[in-house]
């Protein structure tokens, strides 16, 4: 199984950034603890693009076509506005899952409503740096019983 992990805008300033929002780990460590999880739990790969272009995550998403079996994706402030990574998401029919460490809910209005969302199986919300592992479980299990 392989596994496509996109983070979008600002997520490349963890640890630094907002702290007591975001918490204190930094992308690398989280990325780290991620490819651990997939590699020796389930035996598959990890592979980890953060921008904060649009355009080269549209990209990274139109290139994992045929390439990995599922994505990851933290678009960031992207996720309250971007059609065009929600179309290009559409386009790749892979199955999706959204997360957001904060929880957005409790946050300002504009981070209420995700474009994204209506295209995805799931979202993670809330719950962290722990939300990447979340997801990385709920997608592997999906994907294995896709495969049955
Ligand atoms: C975020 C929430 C977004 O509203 C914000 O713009 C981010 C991070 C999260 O992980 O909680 O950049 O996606």
Do not use: C
């Not at 007591?20 to 592979?47: A, N, P, R």
């Amino acid at each position: 199984i392989s596994v496509l992990l996109l983070n979008g805008p600002n997520l490349n300033m963890l640890g630094k950034r907002e702290p007591e929002v975001y918490g204190s780990q930094t992308l690398d460590d989280i990325v780290g603890h991620l490819e651990k999880t997939m590699v020796e739990e389930f035996g598959g790969s990890l592979t980890h693009f953060q921008s904060n272009h649009e355009g080269d995550i549209i990209d990274a998403i139109h290139q994992a076509m045929g390439v990995h079996d599922g994505i990851i994706i933290n678009p960031g402030a992207f996720t309250h506005y971007s059609y065009a990574i929600r179309d290009a998401l559409s386009s790749v029919v892979l199955p999706t899952i959204e997360i957001h460490m904060s929880n957005v809910h409790a946050r300002e209005k504009f981070r209420h409503h995700s474009v994204i969302a209506p295209i995805v199986i799931g979202q993670i919300v809330g719950l962290g740096a722990d939300g990447y592992e979340w997801a990385l479980r709920a997608l592997v299990r999906k994907i294995q019983s896709s495969r049955l």
